[in-house]
């Protein structure tokens, strides 16, 4: 099991290029195997969540390959329709194959996807539209079974905006017979980067980005090459990172509203903020003042993946923090790790209140999640004296290089190999 041996309180100073988005990165996988011919995607990153998709795509008769930085799928063989439990369990994204399955082949099975434990999250919403194309959905054997005889476009309401139901959404309609209206639609950028690279392989996708988008479909989608966007949360992470060191970095590939409220409360917190293009650059004392309160919502609120880091942000700033957590129930099992760093942290249900104290201290702490493992990282390199930040395998899941990043800011960090 490997772990970072971290020494804190060293200011990150200097530049980094972001890496494809992974929540973008994934669907476009999942929307690779809707055509028989080639598909490339560039600047794939390097992180295990990438590498189960593949798995599963070659599981089902893709040939996928990596040449350099980018991704090859050949799906011209592509014939099984059913994804394995154990990769399932493995990669939450894997529900994303039942939308472009049920395009291609009108049927699909798959075992209840798995991913980061941060609580119940339900795929009712995903079903009950497939239902709405046409989809009979049964279980056997601890599957869940799609069929249909095809695909009929329809009219979809998401009671709530769910990014995993709006993209499945999408890869079954774009194949459906008929026209597909969907109201009440996810409107993240990673949303928008997956109508792009539909509409790029043939498809006809409109509205990506709204509230309402509609997709007319077509026969059949042909190859493409695609570059996906950059990952706003890394930047994100970054950033906050260099909040709480003190410093100045600048992030290169995102645009400022790609991030939602995160400038706004990093400005709060007593940041200096200047952004131009896709590049966003951050000055920080490392001395900062506490948000009096963060509350996640769907795009364009907090996003959920930058709500652990933030609250390692405000473990060290003056006053205190109220964080609430309104998309997953056990988000804040990272809490108690940051407590044995010395921070005061209280947890009730889908809210903690943070008291903020002059600094933390090097502790040994176990990631249970990716974004939670990232903050444990961003803590340690605040704190004063070593930390140790065990089971990076959580952390590897969507970050590619995290601390050869962060050596090239003046971090001191480094990897130990189990």
């Known amino acids: 099991m490997d772990k970072f041996v971290i020494e804190g309180g060293r200011r990150l100073m200097g530049t980094v290029r972001l890496q494809s988005a992974k929540n973008s990165v994934l669907p476009l996988l999942a929307a690779s195997i809707l055509t028989t011919e080639q598909v490339v995607l560039h600047e794939t990153p390097r992180i295990t969540d990438v590498a189960c998709m593949i798995q599963i795509l070659r599981e089902l008769g893709a040939e996928v390959r990596f040449e350099g930085d980018d991704v090859i799928i050949e799906s011209a063989d592509a014939s099984n329709h059913r994804i394995s439990s154990a990769l399932t369990r493995e990669l939450r994204s894997s529900v994303f194959m039942l939308g472009s399955l049920l395009a291609r082949f009108h049927r699909a099975a798959c075992a209840y996807p798995g991913g980061c434990d941060i609580g119940l999250r339900p795929i009712d919403l995903h079903l009950n539209a497939l239902k709405r194309l046409g989809v009979e959905i049964s279980e056997r054997d601890g599957y869940i079974v799609c069929e249909c005889e095809r695909l009929k476009g329809a009219e979809i309401v998401l009671d709530f905006p769910s990014v995993g139901a709006t993209e499945n959404i999408l890869l079954a309609a774009v194949m459906a017979e008929g026209r597909t209206v969907l109201e009440g639609a996810a409107k993240e950028p990673e949303i928008v980067d997956l109508a792009n690279f539909l509409n790029c392989m043939g498809a006809k996708v409109e509205g990506a980005g709204s509230d309402t ?36 970095v600048e992030v290169i590939g995102v645009h400022a509203d790609a991030l939602g409220l995160l400038l706004h409360k990093l400005r709060e917190n007593g940041c200096k903020i200047h952004t131009k293009n896709d590049k966003i650059k951050i000055a920080s004392t490392g001395r900062l003042k506490c ?38 129930e056990t988000r804040f099992k990272y809490a108690p790790e940051l407590r044995k760093m010395g921070a005061d942290i209280e947890v009730r249900e889908r809210t903690a209140f943070v008291r903020g104290v002059q600094r933390l201290h090097g502790a040994s702490v176990t990631c249970g999640d990716l974004r939670g493992g990232a903050a444990l990282v961003l803590a340690a390199l605040g704190a004063e004296g070593t930390s140790e930040v065990l089971d990076l395998s959580h952390v590897d899941r969507g970050y590619a290089d995290f601390e050869g990043k962060l050596k090239k800011l003046g971090a001191n960090i480094r990897r130990v190999r189990a």
Do not use: W
Not at 213 to 237: C, F, M, N, W
Not at 304 to 319: R, S, V
């Open 291 to 328: 948000n009096r309160r963060i509350e996640t919502m769907p795009f364009p609120g907090f996003p959920t993946d930058l709500q652990a880091q933030a609250t390692a942000l405000n473990c060290t700033a003056e006053g205190g923090a109220l964080i609430v957590e309104n998309l997953f």
């Open 213 to 248: 988008v509609e997709i007319e479909g077509v026969q059949r989608l042909h190859g493409a090459s695609y570059t996906p966007v950059k990952d706003r949360i890394e930047a994100g992470s970054f950033l906050i990172g260099t909040a709480i060191c003190g410093g100045e």
